[in-house]
């Protein structure tokens, strides 16, 4: 899975969060816009590789080996 960039897109953010929080769908779109900006944001700082929803539907962030230095210790 390390080389997944983007597999959760704007729509299925926006069902995601319009499921997660009942709101209606221009809410959802709306939101759904800022979370995947955000994403991209954090992609293009090098703190993320990329998302995806896991198996249980949750979204899920990928760390960057430069963030997983600091959250692993050396062994």
Same mark, same amino acid.
């Given at each position: 899975? %390390?080389?997944?960039? $983007?597999? #959760?897109? =704007? *729509?299925?953010? #926006? %069902?995601?969060?319009? !499921?997660?929080?009942?709101? &209606? $769908?221009?809410? #959802?779109?709306?939101? #759904? !816009?800022?979370? =995947?900006?955000?994403?991209? %944001?954090? !992609?293009? /700082?090098?703190?993320?590789?990329?998302?995806?929803? &896991?198996? !249980?539907?949750?979204?899920?962030?990928? +760390?960057? *080996? %430069?963030?997983? /230095?600091?959250?692993? +210790? +050396?062994?």
């Amino acid at each position: 899975m %390390a080389n997944v960039s $983007q597999s #959760a897109s =704007l *729509d299925s953010i #926006a %069902a995601y969060l319009k !499921r997660l929080h009942g709101c &209606d $769908q221009n809410t #959802a779109m709306q939101e #759904a !816009r800022e979370v =995947l900006h955000n994403l991209m %944001a954090m !992609r293009q /700082k090098g703190f993320i590789n990329g998302w995806y929803f &896991d198996e !249980r539907g949750h979204l899920e962030l990928l +760390p960057s *080996d %430069a963030v997983l /230095k600091h959250l692993i +210790p +050396p062994r």
